[in-house]
């Protein structure tokens, strides 16, 4: 018999697979059951709720950018961030195929907000703590190409997709 956490991984996975496919609130609780050959009640074991479900989903990558943006010193490498920055985001990209897909998923674990105080603090230690209107531009569109990228081109190799995406990025903040 399977050990209880080989079943909520297993849950997990199939949870993100099919809310990437079909969407968050396009996929029921009787779907992902049923795909593991599981009875409802033995999902609702290991989560309560489809809810509950999406905010473990999430979870790892809030948790992990919050470390990234925390470890991070102003000053540093630009490009390197930026480099380290899209390998995270990659890591990810399926969950950010699910925000993208149903822009509803930010209000799990109030990740839109989250986002934004992200995105604000990876422009600080980019360009510094005064950062011209301009610089505020080019670094939205700098991070947030990054991110489409991932999700854009999420089935291709990391290799064929990251270089570009980093090269991009730095030209768009109008660094050398």
């Not at 968050?24 to 992902?32: A, D, E, F």
């Not at 149903?102 to 674990?109: C, N, Q, R």
């Not at 703590?129 to 190409?145: K, S, Y």
Request: charged residues 25%.
């Amino acid at each position: 018999m399977a050990m209880p956490r080989d079943t909520k991984a297993r849950i997990l996975d199939v949870a993100r697979e099919l809310f990437v496919q079909q969407g968050v609130q396009n996929t029921s609780l009787r779907q992902i059951s049923d795909r593991l050959g599981i009875t409802k009640p033995a999902l609702y074991y290991h989560f309560a709720s489809r809810d509950d479900l999406v905010r473990s989903i999430v979870q790892p990558l809030v948790e992990d950018v919050e470390r990234f943006v925390a470890a991070r010193e102003p000053g540093g490498d630009a490009r390197e961030l930026l480099e380290d920055y899209f390998e995270l985001i990659w890591r990810h990209r399926e969950v950010i195929v699910m925000i993208v897909r149903e822009m509803s998923t930010l209000g799990y674990l109030d990740l839109g907000q989250r986002m934004f105080d992200w995105r604000r603090t990876l422009v600080r230690l980019l360009l510094g703590p005064d950062v011209t209107l301009e610089q505020q531009i080019r670094a939205t569109v700098a991070l947030g190409g990054m991110s489409d990228c991932s999700a854009e081109y999420a089935d291709l190799p990391m290799e064929q997709v990251k270089p570009t995406a980093v090269e991009a990025a730095t030209a768009a903040l109008g660094l050398p």
